[in-house]
């Protein structure tokens, strides 16, 4: 059967009306709301970038903006590298993911984000002191605090070897929700006591002193630990003091019972020692006892997780964390900081963190209670005591933290702490000599 | 005045436009005569690349300059002052030690072990060098962030290969690159390994150059082969051995990866070279305008080589001329 339509003149005129009036109805396609590049962390979890994606795409579609995301790797420092390049030529993606001090080192060409953050904050409370720090610059928030590649760096020690030593992890720091009144005795005087066995064993702590991030993060929550500050909060220089002695005379002892090699540890090195069975104990995230359950179970099942040890001064945990920043130049601000405001909402941050395996932590001390923690296996409750929880009676901290951050960044990337210790310990300087070094150097840092 | 071709049109005769007197076109003649002159083809024909090299080395350079003039948030020019500021720290003193021991004591001893394998690969029968020849060329084929990472895992802490058979000797391990002056020599001895193939073919694509007859000349006169060696081939390789030297130290004083990949500049900053220790300073520390003057220390040292390397290549061409 076949319809005939005709068209009268009424209904032509009709449709001719209606036709003119269409421009003026606001019509949401896909892009109706702008177009939005992202320059975004590439995630050492390969599932993290897709569940980063699927978060991105289902808002774009019901917000109809058209977004392009880039996963930048920072093997090589490429994201460095990026951030630097964008950043001369004042071009490139809306938004880009900013390493720790990089918010800082590119201040004059980002957005501030005040409403977004401080909207988040009355929303979650506050965030750690270390975000605060690093985003939080003249009063006004230049980025918003990711999860995304955020982390923490606390201890992951081998079970057995702790317990042939004389010492429970699991009882320390159980993956429960209580503060266990031996977990006091996790301390750098334990360690130290510690690590002579185990190095006996052939297990021997496998903490490094080389130039790069993990070696740093070690030394700077070691120094924090006994108060040693190389500059203070008000920008001078704070070397020659009792408590960065005593910090390094403790580390010099240290390293008489660590790998030979740790002077050169990289970024990879401590965690192919505690995949391959050769180490005790090493300060990182999760990522080494991932790889270990795929490569080597059975040490994967001996490893847990717990706070750095306590100091004079108290239990500093190195924390690493990622921000997202919009750059001056972006072509669609607005766009951008609805979409920043949607990530950090404590449903996509734990969709993120749950498909990493709880390897990123949430820049907001309330959300540390996200069930991924708890169901990581094996063991079970591994990871449960990786982030900071508010009985480990610990605080997130980042090396050099007090210096004003325009030093501190010198003193973190120029791995300044380890350089003292090795050239005590290995270059044969001594203590005092090694303070002079330091002095000249951070001299340098005050240009 | 026209030719006529094949089909019957007419075109130009390009002899008789050659021929022609140009004061019949004085405007267009000019222009002719300077289209026709070789010079003036030549420089045409490389202008697409002469642009290109403007645009991906000059600009950059130039840049690089004008950043080193900045203080640290670029927003004031400091002229010289970053330099200035630079030797007086007692790192960077380090690093323009090390800088040149990398590269000397590297091109010292890519120069040579290429000219020992270049008369090696000279006396083996030309049907038998070609695999030999390619295997050599290896290291320099391979891309050296690669092979870099290839030795990395030979020095690597917990599984070097180099350790594993020492262990199977009963002799104490080795921190290969924990250690400075271990670490030091690695980083040479991958630089050697990477740079010997390059001089190798040039040391041998010289010495196929040279004349027999001259040796035929000293076997004759009763010259031994140390003398052949003095007296004939190095004065006809000078040239090639000079420019090989400058190219192999402007490379090796800007090597990166190695250093990078292998320490890092570690321990206690003792590898550290003028590349590295200025992504340190202007990548990673956020310090732009001193990381570019850090890599700029490079040029005076590099043109004072270059202008002395390259004057001895211009009088010795002069005197085989005039000789």
């Known amino acids: 059967m076949t319809t005939t339509w005709t068209m009268t003149r009424r209904a032509a005129l009709r449709t001719a009306v209606a036709a003119t009036a269409l421009p003026l109805v606001h019509i949401r396609t896909a892009g109706a709301a702008g177009k939005l590049t992202l320059g975004l962390w590439d995630h050492w979890v390969p599932a993290g970038n897709g569940a980063m994606k699927k978060i991105i795409e289902a808002w774009a579609e019901a917000n109809k903006v058209e977004v392009g995301v880039d996963f930048i790797t920072s093997v090589g420092n490429k994201n460095l590298l990026t951030i630097a390049a964008e950043a001369q030529s004042k071009t490139g993606h809306d938004v880009e993911a900013f390493p720790a001090w990089e918010v800082h080192n590119n201040l004059q060409n980002l957005e501030p984000v005040d409403d977004v953050v401080n909207g988040l904050i009355k929303q979650y409370g506050p965030l750690n002191p270390v975000c605060e720090y690093l985003t939080k610059i003249n009063g006004h928030w230049m980025a918003v605090p990711s999860s995304s590649g955020t982390q923490y760096k606390p201890s992951c020690a081998r079970i057995s070897v702790f317990k042939a030593a004389g010492a429970d992890v699991q009882a320390w720091f159980p993956a429960k929700a209580e503060h266990s009144p031996s977990a006091d005795e996790w301390t750098w005087e334990k360690l130290l006591e510690l690590a002579p066995a185990a190095q006996k064993a052939g297990m021997p702590f496998a903490l490094g002193l080389g130039q790069t991030t993990d070696s740093v993060d070690f030394a700077g929550a070691l120094f924090r630990a006994y108060g040693a500050q190389l500059v203070n909060e008000k920008g001078e220089i704070t070397v020659k003091t009792d408590t960065v002695r005593q910090a390094l005379e403790y580390a010099v002892k240290l390293t008489r019972f660590l790998p030979p090699d740790v002077y050169s540890y990289d970024d990879a090195s401590n965690n192919r020692a505690l995949i391959s069975g050769k180490a005790g104990l090493i300060f990182n995230p999760p990522s080494a006892w991932a790889v270990a359950k795929r490569d080597n179970p059975s040490v994967a099942a001996d490893c847990w997780t717990f706070p750095t040890p306590a100091g004079p001064k108290g239990r500093f945990v190195p924390h690493l964390p990622y921000n997202w920043g919009i750059w001056s130049f972006a072509k669609n601000k607005s766009a951008a900081k609805d979409l920043l405001t949607h990530l950090a909402q404590r449903e996509q941050v734990e969709a993120l963190s749950t498909a990493v395996s709880g390897y990123d932590i949430p820049p907001f001390p309330s959300m540390a209670n996200f069930k991924v923690w708890e169901q990581v296996e094996p063991p079970l409750g591994t990871v449960y005591n990786y982030p900071i929880r508010p009985f480990h009676n610990a605080t997130p901290s980042i090396a050099a933290l007090p210096a004003p951050p325009d030093i501190a960044v010198q003193i973190y990337n120029r791995a300044t702490m380890t350089t003292m210790i090795a050239k005590a310990a290995q270059g044969g300087l001594s203590i005092e000599q090694v303070l002079a070094w330091a002095q000249d150097e951070l001299e340098g840092f005050m240009r | ?323």
């Open chain 2, 1 to 323: 005045m026209r030719a006529s071709c094949a089909s019957g049109r007419a075109v130009p005769d390009i002899a008789a436009s050659y021929l022609e007197p140009t004061r019949a076109r004085p405007r267009a003649g000019r222009l002719a005569r300077v289209m026709r002159k070789r010079s003036t083809v030549g420089f045409l024909m490389c202008l697409p690349l002469i642009l290109l090299i403007a645009l991906l080395v000059v600009y950059p350079a130039l840049y690089a300059i004008w950043l080193a003039m900045l203080n640290k948030r670029m927003t004031t020019f400091v002229g010289l002052g970053n330099f200035a500021f630079l030797l007086k720290r007692s790192t960077f003193h380090l690093v323009i030690f090390q800088s040149c021991l990398f590269a000397v004591s590297a091109v010292i001893a890519k120069a040579s072990i290429g000219f020992v394998l270049a008369h090696l690969m000279h006396v083996i029968p030309p049907n038998r060098q070609r695999l030999l020849r390619g295997l050599l060329l290896i290291p320099w084929v391979v891309p050296l962030a690669l092979s870099t990472l290839g030795w990395w895992w030979l020095f690597d802490p917990s599984y070097s290969a180099f350790n594993w058979i020492l262990d199977g000797f009963g002799v104490p391990r080795v921190a290969w690159l924990g250690s400075t002056g271990w670490a030091r020599a690695s980083m040479i001895v991958v630089n050697i390994w990477y740079g010997s193939p390059f001089f190798m073919i040039m040391y041998l694509a010289a010495l196929k150059s040279v004349p027999g007859e001259l040796f035929e000349a000293a076997s004759i006169d009763g010259a031994s082969a140390w003398q052949k060696l003095i007296f004939v081939t190095l004065p006809m390789m000078r040239n090639i051995i000079s420019i090989t030297v400058l190219f192999s130290l402007i490379v090796t004083f800007a090597d990166f990866t190695i250093v990078r990949i292998l320490t890092a500049g570690g321990p206690q900053d003792t590898t550290h070279i003028f590349a590295t220790y200025a992504f340190e300073v202007g990548i990673q520390s956020g310090d732009i305008p001193l990381g570019a003057a850090v890599s700029l220390f490079m040029l005076p040292i590099l043109a004072v080589a270059s202008v002395f390397i390259l004057r001895g290549v211009a009088r010795r061409n002069r005197e085989m001329a005039a000789g």
